[in-house]
């Protein structure tokens, strides 16, 4: 017995592992290594053009730093001061106004361009390279031309057709002139949402859509039932970097406005670029855009976690 059951013993002991060998292991452990160094070049460069830059002004943010010569140490006194400037606050709200209209614009209209390049049409090639010039021109070239555009073609073409109301320059009305820089920038901008809502769109299968039609589904039940649903992802990035990209509006106001008539079209970017290198409010406006930059996560995070809420409901 005692013979035997050694022996089961013996035929049920399990095998001792086979260890992988040294090259696969050596393998694996230079991985690792290579990877951390193809990261940290690209964090030292963000560190020292980013992470820096934003500390150094956050420092002087609580100095009265002109942006030359000696400086003393104020505290929150620029962040006090902020709340209590008629300019910056008008800033802020122009710039916000700004960037909702025409983050709801832009979406709109760049959803349905997509809907209709995403369906079976002649040049649909053609047509995708044409919507996506605007992208790839410079901010400040479109700018320039949609401001000759607004001072003299649109008038003159006005006058023309008998419509000597309308012919006037746009740009030049302290209540309007943001409607040209919506203009201008929801053109140059819609082209990229462009690009994001096609590759969502194509990623819903046909077969859906003819389910859909043979229920007798209209066109609008599908597009609400199946299409919006499905790219809810696509429509929530959209929505945040568009509307992060517009509260920080720049180039399109100097092309177009200068931050005219008067300031009524100054934005927040613009406002902080005058006073703090033209204007000698260098700690003042650092404060400035401290604040700013809290403002803009603080929106993002928020606008994220509502439209995921939202893409949520609709799975």
Do not use: C
């Not at 022996?7 to 002991?13: D, E, G």
């Not at 597009?223 to 696509?234: E, K, M, N, Q, V």
């Not at 000698?280 to 809420?309: C, D, K, P, W």
Request: aromatic content about 16%; proline content about 4%.
């Amino acid at each position: 017995m005692t013979s035997t059951a050694s022996v089961r013993i013996k035929k049920h002991r399990p095998e001792p592992a086979v260890s992988a060998p040294a090259s696969a292991r050596s393998s694996f452990a230079r991985t690792p290594r290579t990877f951390y160094w193809m990261v940290v070049p690209a964090v030292v460069i963000f560190f020292g053009l980013h992470t820096v830059p934003v500390l150094s002004g956050m420092f002087f943010s609580l100095t009265n730093y002109a942006g030359y010569g000696t400086w003393d140490f104020v505290g929150l006194s620029n962040y006090v001061n902020l709340f209590q400037d008629d300019r910056v606050l008008n800033s802020y709200g122009f710039t916000f106004g700004f960037a909702i209209v025409s983050t709801v614009l832009v979406n709109v209209i760049a959803l349905a361009i997509a809907l209709g390049l995403n369906s079976k049409i002649k040049f649909q090639a053609a047509f995708r390279g044409v919507f996506f010039i605007p992208y790839v021109l410079a901010i400040l070239i479109i700018g320039y031309v949609f401001n000759y555009l607004f001072a003299n073609s649109f008038p003159a073409i006005f006058t023309a057709i008998g419509m000597p109301g309308l012919a006037t320059n746009l740009l030049a009305s302290p209540d309007f002139a943001w409607v040209g820089i919506v203009i201008t920038t929801v053109w140059q901008a819609a082209a990229f949402n462009v690009i994001l809502y096609l590759a969502g769109l194509q990623t819903i299968s046909a077969d859906l859509y003819e389910a859909a039609s043979i229920d007798g589904a209209s066109g609008w039940r599908r597009f609400r039932s199946i299409t919006f649903p499905l790219i809810g992802a696509y429509f929530t990035i959209n929505m945040v970097l568009s509307f992060k990209s517009f509260l920080q509006v720049f180039d399109q106001i100097v092309a177009l406005t200068a931050g005219g008539p008067g300031t009524s079209t100054e934005s927040i970017a613009l406002v902080i670029f005058r006073g703090g290198f033209q204007g000698g409010e260098y700690g003042y406006q650092m404060a400035n855009a401290v604040i700013y930059l809290f403002v803009i996560i603080i929106v993002s995070f928020v606008q994220l976690r509502f439209l995921q809420r939202r893409e949520a409901s609709f799975s």
